[in-house]
Each structure stands twice: as C-alpha cells, then as structure tokens.
C-alpha cells in the first residue's frame, strides 16, 4: 500500500515517471495483441489430428483428419517429405478430412498441410519399404501362403484381411487375384481369363505386411479361390464366397483388339521449334476391360505410364515443314457386361462408401452438378423417390423420352449443359446431362469416353456412363444407344431402351473414367485440349514458349485386328 502511494506521488511530479509508465503500458499492449494475433493465425491454419495409415506404402489409401483445411483444395497441398503432393493423387478434400493415394516412392518424413494461411504443425509418416525387417529362412522359399480370409463371406467393395506368411514387406509389384465372374471363352486353354487383379479396383488395399494383407473386394469378383502373388510366386487357391443379394452381374462374350493410335507434329516456322510433351492416353483398366498390352510404342517414350497416358517429349525441330511421328498400338480385352438388380434388396450407401466415392458424386471439371438447373431438374425427375437405382432408372427414362440424340459429334466447345433447352444433343451431351443429373440425386457416377467399334471394324468415337450400387458394383448405362443412336454397321438391337441400362456390349473400348487432370509442368507453357474426343484429359500438349508456332494430327483409334 506504501508502495502504490509513493507511486502515484512520483506519477504527479515526476514527467520522468509518467513517460516511463506510459511506454511500459504501450509495449505491454503491443506484446499482448500479437500474442493474441498470432494465437488467432494458429487458430486458422490447418490443424493435422490424425494421419492413417502412419505407416504405409506407394499406391495406399491415405486419411488425413483435422481442422482448417479448406472446404476445396484450391491451391493448397499435402507435402510428405517435402514432395508435393499432385492433384491427380486427391481423392476427396473437405475443411475436415483428406483422402489420397500415396505417391510412388515416397520417403519417411513430415507430412504437413500448406494453405493460404500458412504451413499446419507436422505430423510423421514413415514408408514401409524402408523400415529393416528380420530376414527369415523357411522351407517355403518365400513363397506366399493364405492362412485364412476374414470373413469369410463378403460382398463386392468390402474390405477383407486375408492373413499368412510370405505376402512381402510391401505391395511393389505383388497383386492379390479373385476369381473372377466371367464366362470363359472356349478358345482360352490356359485360364487366364479366370482370375481378376485386385489393382483393377480404384481402392483396392489399405493395408500391405508380410504377414497381412486388407483389400477390397474388387468389382467383376465371384465366389472361388484367391490368391496372393508376389515375385516369390503365388499362393495356393484360398475359398471366398462372394454374395451378390442385390443381383447377379456376369462378363460375357470376350474380345480382344489390336487398336493403334497416331500422331503427327510439323514445325509451321523456319526457326527451331521449342520441346513440346505429348500425352497420349491409355485405355483404361477395368473389371470389363481388364488387360492392356502395349506391341509397339514409336519412339521411345518419355513415360510410358504416367496414371493412363504414354508421354513422348519432341526433338529437336528446326525448318518450316519438318515433321515428326508417334504412334502407339496396343491389344484390348475386352468383355460385355450382362446383369440383373433386384432394386430392393440394393441397401443405401454406407457412410464408408459415401467417403470413398465422393469424388464421384461431387462437382469437378467436367460435371457441374451443382448448378441450379441441374439440381432442379434432377428433384423433378426424381420427386420423392429414396432409392438410388431406382432413381436412376427414372433419370434414364426421362431423358430417353424428352431428348432427341443426334449422330454427329457437335463442335469441341459445346457444352452438355445446353441439352435440356436445346433437346437434342450427342453422345457427349447424353452421357454428361445423365451423370450430372445423378450426382445432383446423390448417385455415384462417371463419364466413360472412348470408341465402339461396329461390325466393319471401324471405330467411332463415343461416351457412356456407369453407376455405383452399394453390394454390387459399377452399372454400365448407354443413353445414346438406348435413345437410338446408330453407326453405320453397327448391329442393331430390337431392345435398345432396357438394354443399355444396365448391360455393355463388347464392342465399347474405355479410355478416360471421367475426367484425368494433368497439370502444366510450367505456368508460362502453351496447353492444348482436345475436348469430345476418345478421351477427356485436361492437357493433350504442352509447348514450352508461346511462340511455337506448329500442327498437330491426332488419329482416333484405329482397329487393326479383331479376335
């Protein structure tokens, strides 16, 4: 008390005194507001609560859940080991929760997320393959072994744990194979046919050790023996029964095609013409479309496989007319799809299927599924109806009974979302309207490009859709066909409309399962799209310089052999 007196006496006679108190006072406040400022920054950077797995391998499923992230990526990333993670390892991105596929060859480090606000604090993810494992001698040689499959009984997209030994410290090129739901061929001896790889699967595996393996059941399965497969060699045949209560699905009727694919670039100017990347796509993989097998690629590529394209890099092109050639041929299997669903046994989505297929059922860049006029349009189709075939079904019929389908492919820049005012429209148009019109009613979905190929042998560019259905797989769905649509010698058929709802013939070769996002390696770099072509891919070309001046020539697929 003396001391607060004496204060106050110095603070009335001394200027001393009160200038001390008052810088005192200022720098207190100052420190105080940015400790409170710099709480609020934190507060609003994204915050990392738990990384699954923590230990993982190239190619798994990673969940990245906490705080801050942003509701869309935008431009923010995953860095793990200080590797920026690209956009086309993204499966889902909420303010809450990152799903991923790990990228190849990643190392053990920090695993941080960078937005607008800054770098999150690190949490620590460590690969597999680097961690020492004892070396064990047994009898086996290595060999895999399935000891047992948990459950026993499963449905297609459950996760299984299949345990033994052997299996390996990683996936690398190990797979695991079910038996598959086809129809074998008489002409095939050697039961190929009969196995289908577990990596045809879009989430095939989250967990991979050397004594076991989870995996999802992987569409086009059947009831039969699995196996493991590793460089080692291959497991004996393990039982799984597969149940189908919703409906049965089979692949019927195989094909295999030899298809080649061109391209041409000629320098338009007399001076060398800058690099130019070249993305020519893959086929893609599937439960229908299950083996892909490269004959020749000329000339060498820059990558052969870079996630379901062939990428070629120029030489060096100096003159005015110059030319340089590419090419590709490779051979397709390929099988009809024949199934039947009884709607209702199908169960809603689980909340574990909501979370892997998201991206199938959200807005991306090629189905704006949240525009007003397709959400409207979507509630008046479906009204009050709950169940997700069923209001696919009514989607389908509404839009085979009020739209027209024309056979010539409208120009690169049209756009799908024109077809309920205009009422005619293409293949594109058809495919793009109904998978946008089934995302808006909570359906998972996808646009397929690619060709079919008519009784001639020759191809004609075309699109498709597919839709998922909890406990039973992707269902294939052809509107263009169903509403008509006829290429000259294709073989016609008397039940189009319930047909292609459903069933695929074997004549549809796949390219893209939506749209495949590539990113400009440079910010200054000339693109090229090609859009409404065999394949929907965000880049086709990439010239360094905006002063390349040159023509490209890209061939549709061609079909060279049929068997």
């Not at 061929?185 to 076991?212: H, I, R």
């Not at 893609?284 to 690629?297: D, G, H, M, T």
């Not at 009784?455 to 839709?467: L, R, V």
């Not at 070769?509 to 990113?519: H, N, Q």
């Amino acid at each position: 008390m003396r001391f607060f007196k004496s204060y106050l006496r110095l603070l009335r006679t001394k200027a001393s005194v009160r200038f001390g108190s008052f810088f005192s006072i200022v720098v207190l406040a100052i420190v105080i507001s940015s400790g409170l400022g710099m709480e609020r920054l934190k507060s609003k950077r994204a915050c990392i609560s738990s990384i699954s797995p923590a230990i993982g391998s190239s190619e798994e499923l990673m969940t990245i859940r906490g705080s801050g992230f942003g509701d869309t990526q935008d431009e923010s990333y995953v860095s793990i080991a200080g590797y920026r993670v690209t956009s086309s390892h993204y499966l889902a991105w909420s303010d809450s929760e990152i799903q991923l596929t790990i990228p190849y060859n990643v190392q053990d480090g920090l695993v941080k997320i960078v937005t607008k606000r800054g770098e999150s604090e690190p949490s620590f993810f460590a690969n597999r393959s680097n961690i020492p494992q004892s070396i064990r001698s047994d009898l086996q040689g290595g060999i895999p072994i399935i000891s047992r499959i948990e459950p026993e009984e499963a449905a297609p997209g459950d996760l299984i744990t299949i345990k033994g030994t052997g299996f390996g410290v990683s996936r690398l090129s190990s797979d695991i194979f079910f038996t598959a739901n086809r129809i074998a061929s008489a002409t095939v001896q050697d039961g190929a046919e009969s196995m289908l790889a577990a990596s045809l699967s879009e989430y095939p595996w989250n967990y991979w050790s050397d004594n076991e393996i989870r995996v999802r059941v992987p569409d086009g399965a059947a009831s039969g023996a699995v196996q493991v497969r590793t460089s080692k060699g291959s497991s004996q045949g393990h039982s799984l029964n597969l149940s189908y209560a919703a409906g049965s699905k089979s692949y019927v009727d195989r094909k295999i095609y030899v298809v080649q694919t061109d391209l041409d670039i000629e320098n338009e100017q007399e001076a060398s013409l800058g690099e130019i990347t070249l993305y020519m796509p893959r086929p893609a993989l599937s439960a229908s479309q299950p083996s892909v097998e490269y004959r020749e690629v000329k000339p060498d590529a820059l990558i052969d496989n870079d996630r379901g394209d062939i990428v070629f890099r120029t030489r060096e092109m100096s003159g005015k007319g110059n030319r340089q050639s590419f090419s590709a041929s490779a051979v397709i299997t390929v099988y009809g799809v024949e199934s039947s669903v009884n709607e209702k046994k199908l169960p809603q989505y689980s909340a574990e299927t909501l979370s892997l297929y998201k991206s199938y059922m959200s807005v991306d860049l090629q189905v704006p599924s949240d525009v007003e006029s397709v959400t409207a349009l979507a509630a008046g189709i479906c009204g009050k109806e709950k169940g997700l075939y069923r209001k696919a079904r009514l989607i389908y019929d509404y839009m085979r009974e009020n739209y027209k389908i024309q056979s010539v492919l409208r120009g690169g820049q049209a756009d799908y979302m024109d077809l309920p005012k205009r009422k005619t429209g293409d293949a594109f148009d058809f495919a793009g309207m109904y998978v946008a019109l089934c995302r808006a009613s909570g359906i998972a979905a996808v646009q397929l490009s690619g060709v079919v190929v008519d009784e001639g042998g020759s191809s004609h560019t075309h699109s498709w859709a597919e839709i998922y259905l909890e406990d039973f797989g992707w269902l294939p769905v052809d509107l263009s066909l169903a509403c008509g649509l006829k290429y000259n010698g294709f073989p016609a058929r008397d039940d189009c409309a319930g047909y292609y709802f459903g069933n695929m013939d074997n004549r549809h070769i796949a390219y893209s399962r939506g749209m495949r996002s590539i990113k400009a390696s440079m910010s200054n770099n000339r693109i090229v799209r090609r859009p409404r072509s065999y394949a929907m891919q965000t880049v086709w070309e990439e010239s360094a310089g905006a002063k390349s001046s040159y023509s490209s020539y890209w061939t549709d697929p061609i079909i060279t052999g049929i068997y």
